[in-house]
């Protein structure tokens, strides 16, 4: 049955070939005056995109106040070091040159700068909700991660190891500009583990148990089978623009709630999982969650069999006869091989760690914490599912 769904996707796109050079108009045009500009280690330095964006913030007359640095898995002192300078500054937008780390540093700089008396760390902690957020716009350098239009922001704690998320379309970006010529600098690893990320986003909302539509799936399927043949064409040849924009569009698709609409909120128990690992490991999350998912599709594929038969029929080509025990198998085995053909981990001993049964236990504790009510829809997990889940994907 379909299920009731609000969608609300306003971040403004402007994709393509030269984009960037109308970055200082575009935020003239959203009011911006004063603009904190973030950006990671050396990417944008070196491509020559972050001289571009200050020359046309300089164009259109905007003060600038700049933090660069961000690094993967963002860390909250980050932010705090943003905020001080932000208020100093009175900067009145966010700007992220990069991807889901400079973008969700920016969203949280966002949230503290308006809240300047409260802890900002007090929103990922689940303590209270944010009340407002200053506007933020992205030049997108990765897709990835789906943060220039999704209203989630993920940040890492470096005291505790905690990796935390706070969702709110308080902070959902008022723009994203995106020439994907920008993103054939990126390294196999990343723009694989990219690509897995953004069929991730898609999975987790495919595999639930609370809605079904059809339209909903069937955008998801092809966005999924458009993401696979793109990620094979760049595996091979990273400068290839049209599968640059193909991935690139996919990525902002995929995490802007579109695919959810009647299906309800989806699972996102791989995401929850993966988080502990990015937190306690510091791996990539796109790795990290193809390393996690063939152990969390084998232990709960028989609690949502309808839809992972339909993946491997529509997504993944299965054609043979059989139970649907075996043909969600044979699904899996088969996402399985595609990773493995881009040069992604199917488990964590690929992934290059080795948890010991301690570290388990306490991913799983925190997991639980982190997860709260929001326990997986394809089915719920307890800790000791979870604490099986990492085991299974050793
Ligand atoms: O720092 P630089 O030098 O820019 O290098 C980055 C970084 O090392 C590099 N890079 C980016 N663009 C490049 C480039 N290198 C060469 N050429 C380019 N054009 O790539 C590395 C990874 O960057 P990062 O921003 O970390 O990647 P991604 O977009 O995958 O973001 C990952 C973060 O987003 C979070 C993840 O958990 C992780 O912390 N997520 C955020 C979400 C959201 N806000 O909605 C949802 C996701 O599920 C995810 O959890
Ligand atoms: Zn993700």
Redesign the pocket.
């Known amino acids: 049955m379909v299920n009731s769904f609000e969608f609300h996707s306003p971040t403004k796109i402007y994709f393509g070939n030269g984009a960037e050079n109308r970055t200082g108009a575009i935020l003239r045009d959203f009011g911006a005056t004063s603009v904190l500009l973030v950006?990671?280690?050396?990417?944008?330095?070196?491509?020559g995109?972050l001289d571009l964006i200050r020359y046309s913030l300089k164009e259109q007359n905007l003060s600038v106040t700049e933090l660069g640095?961000?690094?993967?898995?963002?860390r909250v002192n980050k932010v705090y070091e943003g905020i001080s300078a932000g208020l100093r500054t009175h900067v009145d937008f966010v700007l992220a040159?990069?991807?889901?780390?400079?973008?969700?540093t920016a969203?949280a700089i966002a949230y503290g700068i308006a809240e300047a008396d409260r802890d900002v760390w007090e929103l990922f902690a689940h303590k209270r909700k944010a009340t407002a957020c200053l506007p933020v716009g992205s030049v997108l350098?990765?897709?990835?991660?789906?943060?220039e239009s999704?209203?989630?922001?993920?940040?890492?704690n470096e005291a505790t190891g905690e990796?935390r998320?706070y969702?709110d379309d308080l902070a959902r970006p008022k723009f994203a500009v995106m020439n994907p010529a920008?993103?054939?600098?990126?390294?196999d690893f990343?723009t694989e583990?990219?690509c897995v990320?953004i069929m991730?986003?898609t999975m987790e909302r495919y595999f639930t148990n609370s809605g079904n539509m059809e339209i909903t799936d069937a955008i998801a399927e092809g966005l999924l089978r458009t993401v696979m043949k793109n990620a094979v064409i760049l595996h091979q040849n990273p400068v290839n623009y049209d599968a640059r924009a193909e991935v690139m569009w996919a990525g902002s698709l995929a995490?802007n709630d579109l695919t959810c609409c009647g299906n309800g909120g989806g699972d996102f128990m791989s995401?929850q999982l993966?988080?502990e690992l990015?937190g306690m490991f510091d791996v990539?999350?796109?790795a990290g969650?193809a390393a996690i998912w063939p152990s969390w599709a084998r232990y709960v594929y028989r609690d949502c069999m309808t839809r992972f038969v339909k993946f491997a029929r529509n997504v993944m080509d299965i054609t043979i006869e059989g139970s649907d025990e075996e043909i969600a198998e044979a699904g899996i085995c088969a996402m399985e091989n595609f990773y493995h053909s881009i040069g992604m981990p199917v488990n964590i001993r690929e992934l290059g760690i080795a948890p010991t049964e301690g570290q388990i236990e306490e991913m799983a504790d925190r997991c639980r914490t982190a997860c709260g009510e929001h326990r997986g829809s394809a089915r719920r997990l307890s800790v000791e599912d979870m604490i099986q889940i990492y085991k299974n994907a050793r």
């Not at 999704?150 to 890492?156: A, F, L």
């Open positions: 950006y990671g280690g050396n990417s944008a330095r070196k491509s995109l640095g961000v690094v993967p898995n963002p040159i990069g991807g889901g780390s400079c973008i969700d969203k350098t990765i897709a990835a991660a789906g943060s999704s209203n989630g922001c993920v940040i890492t990796k998320a969702d920008y993103t054939m600098s990126l390294p990343q583990s990219g990320d991730m986003h995490h995401h993966e988080h990015g990539t999350h796109g969650l």
